[in-house]
């Protein structure tokens, strides 16, 4: 059934009801790094690098161009073109899985790459042999973000948490198996991702496949390599747009390798990194929320619809951001034992659990702006955004308050929140600004296009 503006009375629990994480197995990357902080310093600092910095870029990057997904099949959904879902899943699978077949070379290389940027040689080398480990997790990534999106534009978020869960429980009883009892070190961690991964792709692919989307999968099509480049210009605008907001804090982790006490600071911003990254999945759950609400919204032509969308999502982000700056505040030392043993990290954890905790805060209202932007198809105009906030701003106030006045890491953090918060801030005055009505028309005969060429 379309999303018209009947169904308005509906749409405060529709969007809790899509608000369900279909991120839910990203945390099993966290699990990983939770487990194997057990097994000594150095390989928690070599899985906290690989996990947070090198999968942080193909993670980020694929995950952006999949939203071009979001925008198009909530969309052509929200219009009744329900054909035109299966289609652009397939472009989206060309597209994207050329892209990470491009990115390889960054896992081959990671070793000596980290060693030209000045990381320890003996962290380099143990982050290398997780990265090459790490190629099956890459790939797979293509198809888990498409399939994702792809039933999240129906609504059918339920699937995707109960796919996702169950692979999540395999990997943690894995996981606890090889990596904490067995003692199989980096190679057997990585492969306890790479399995639990592709079998939550292979979960999402029967489901599609096999019956669960009668309308919208109708079979592998031609159309698919039909329009494969402007499919691809958004695609990369969106790639660009999450890609510079999910490594941003990740350029901590980096600049940590520059300062004293590399392996304490290395595991203590990881771990902070992590409880952030986890956190994170509940906004990004507001974000894929949001873009499909408001995709659906403007392709069935109802503006109103749109913007009540956006205002409910940054309501209750925000509640959820208060809940956890409570939490991190009142107990850093309890989430740092999650992790590691180190009195000095767990130290250094407490030290940093004011900054964490607002920063947290701020990533509660960021996510579902970006939201909005994917479910409108305006990337592209973020993308700028984020590269005027992040790295015009917030990279270069670090780095003074961290080198230039020697405030070291918390100096850098701080420059780098400041980035966010102008970043926010443009982002709300653009969603207030936008003319609802015009964004839908557009939306509409976009899809009336495509109908046509098809």
Known sequence: MGIGEEENPLLLSSIYENETP??????????????AGHLGDLNLAAISIATTVIISISFGFLLGM?????????????AKQYHMLGIYMQRSWIVLFICSFLLIPMFVFAS??????GQPTSVAEQTGIFAVWLIPFHLCLPFQFTLQRFLQSQLKTAVIAWVSGCALLVHVIVSWVFVYKLRVGLVGTAIT???????????????TVCGGCPLTWTGFSAQAF????????LSVASGVMLLLENIYYRVLIIVSGYMHNTEVAVDALSICVTVFSWESMIPLGFLAATGVRVANELGAGNANGAK????????????????FLSIIIATPEKLAKIFTSSPAVITMVNELAILLAFTILLNCIQPVLTGVAVGSGWQALVAFVNIGSYYIVGVPLGVFLGWLLHFDIRGIWTGMISGTVVQTVILCVITIKCEWQKEAQKARLHILDEVASD
């Open 226 to 233: 039909v329009g494969l480049w402007e499919f691809f210009k």
């Open 66 to 78: 999949a939203s071009a997904l979001e925008t198009l099949c909530g969309q052509a959904y929200g």
């Open 22 to 35: 279909p991120h839910l197995q990203e945390i099993s990357n966290d699990d990983s790094l939770a487990f």
């Open 308 to 323: 009540f969308a956006a205002i409910v999502s940054v309501l209750n982000s925000l509640l959820v951001g208060l809940c």
């Open 112 to 117: 000596p790459l980290l060693k030209l940027i």
């Open 193 to 207: 991702l790479d399995f639990s991964w592709w079998l939550s792709v292979l979960g999402l692919f029967l489901y």
